[in-house]
């Protein structure tokens, strides 16, 4: 393949918001699967995920919780 004819300014035109919609979408998907990770852990942990943040009583230590019981 010859680089030349693929960095001339009739293909980057095109090549490069192809690109920039897949690198896009690449970045899109894994933080989606970032937060589900991030959501099974702190579901494993015995912790609400959609309690609200720094409110009392939410979010409690399974450790704490253990010890209480």
Known sequence: MNWSQVLQPE???????????FVGGILG???????????IALIERGIDPDAPHGESGSGQD???FAASN
Request: glycine content about 0%.
């Open 11 to 21: 293909v980057l035109v095109f090549l490069v918001p192809i690109s920039a919609i």
């Open 29 to 39: 998907v894994t933080k989606l699967l970032i937060k589900h990770r991030e959501r």
């Open 62 to 64: 399974p450790a704490s």
